[in-house]
């Protein structure tokens, strides 16, 4: 057999299934807190990311910007950028200019510690992350939302999103970043002074109406839900870190994230001129599909959509054996009569992700539409790919001390960019 069924899981995990009665048609919802493809006549939708990127007003990165992007740096362009994974953004081109001219910026990304390790999907855009700053020799400051995940999930205690935190600082120090050029903060820890004078500041500029209408905030959600915005824009102003930047307004940053965080920085776009900084730069990237298909994309409370960064050999095997959505035949004889299908297959889409090699990536679609490579053989391939790269990261998350994670959440570790805070 070709394995195209996956092990079922509860229907309201994961909305892969048919929803019953055609009258249930309903749009795409991509928020920062959930992420649906649409349903058309009943059916759950793969998330359509061109519609994605006229609803929120983005540009598609395009083949002339990567080409600039290459000429600029002098670099190919990392495998995220040239196979569309990152595929959208909001003035890269002026972060571009920037870099040509030699004048400063920085990075800003973070990560929402809901449970105790990340699973392969938060990975992507750290791994982004760490691609842009060696490439550019930029500061990059992380934010850890435990104060969001404390305010927008209620089933979790204070103590539990610190300590998710906590570990969420290993995972990113075990990722390779290093404190001399890295800021990690906890909010929750961490604000204060020149971070909560901005807080301040941004949320006098932003009215209630504008929350409910980018976020759909109603008067049922706690007041903390509502001011939490303030919050996440505050790191893309720069005088939010003057142990880095001193009192300087003029040195904007490049957030890399996934589209759902989009709302966010639309927000701050419109804010930062207001107190006179400058605008950031966003560029986005898709969702890591959920083990049932791409409708959904990857989330840490449902285990059995996700592959963790903690899960063992045995795990991943049986995860992708398991779960993992095949774009098989019903049976290997059909499947090597007519092939299958790699665009909706899910242990293939995730070595889009992994596999450097074009030329190898190019062979297992050919391979797998011509029925030359099977479903089974496809998900070993997978397995293969997620233990080397999950079992690289445990050696090296072994190694992180408290030491280094303790320096990377340093204000005052000695970082070679004092240069920046003087103009």
Not at 195 to 208: A, G, V
Not at 260 to 268: A, H
Not at 355 to 369: H, P, V, W
Request: glycine residues 6%; charged residues 25%; hydrophobic residues 35%.
């Amino acid at each position: 057999m070709s394995e195209s069924k996956p092990e079922a899981v509860p229907v309201e995990a994961v909305e892969t299934l048919a929803l019953s009665g055609s009258d249930s048609n309903q749009k795409q919802n991509i928020t920062p807190w959930d992420v649906e493809g649409a349903v058309v006549d009943g059916v759950r939708q793969a998330i359509d990311y061109d519609k994605l990127t006229n609803e929120f007003g983005t540009r598609k990165i395009d083949e002339a910007l990567l080409e600039r992007f290459e000429k600029v740096t002098g670099r190919p362009a990392h495998l995220f950028l040239r196979r569309g994974i990152f595929f959208s953004h909001r003035e890269l081109d002026k972060i571009l200019d920037r870099y040509e001219q030699g004048k400063p910026f920085y990075l800003y990304t973070g990560r929402g510690p809901s449970r105790g390790s990340m699973h392969i999907g938060h990975m992507l855009p750290f791994v982004f992350c760490k691609w842009l700053q060696e490439t550019f020799d930029v500061p990059l400051v992380i934010q850890l939302t435990d104060d969001e995940k404390y305010l927008f999930k209620t089933d979790l205690k204070l103590e539990q999103v610190r300590e998710n935190a906590a570990k969420a600082v290993r995972e990113i120090a075990a990722i390779g970043f290093k404190p001399e050029k890295t800021f990690v903060f906890s909010n929750i820890d961490h604000i204060g002074g020149a971070f909560y004078r901005n807080i301040l500041q941004i949320s006098r500029c932003i009215t209630f109406n504008a929350a409910k209408a980018t976020f759909g905030f109603n008067d049922g959600d706690y007041i903390g839900k509502i001011h939490f915005p303030s919050v996440q824009a505050a790191p893309a102003l720069c005088s939010t870190f003057p142990e880095i930047f001193g009192d300087r307004k003029d040195i904007p940053c490049l957030i890399p994230c996934a589209i759902d965080q989009d709302p966010y920085f639309r927000l701050t776009r419109d804010v930062a001129p207001r107190l006179k900084h400058k605008k950031p730069s966003l560029i986005h990237g898709r969702f890591l599909p959920a083990l049932q298909g791409p409708t959904a994309k990857m989330s840490s409370s449902i285990d059995a959509s996700a592959v963790f960064l903690s899960d063992t050999p045995a795990q991943i095997k049986k995860k992708i054996n398991r779960y993992a959505f095949s774009g098989g035949r019903t049976s290997l004889e059909e499947h090597r009569q007519f092939g299958g299908d790699p665009d909706v297959d899910v242990p293939y889409q995730y070595l889009t992700y992994f596999i450097e090699d074009d030329k190898e990536l190019a062979s297992l679609a050919e391979g797998y539409r011509k029925g030359e490579i099977s479903s089974g053989e496809m998900k070993a391939r997978c397995i293969e790919e997620l233990q080397q790269i999950i079992g690289s990261f445990q050696e090296r998350a072994k190694a992180i001390t408290d030491q280094m994670a303790k320096d990377l959440c340093d204000p005052n570790f000695p970082r070679p960019y004092a240069a920046l805070a003087k103009k």
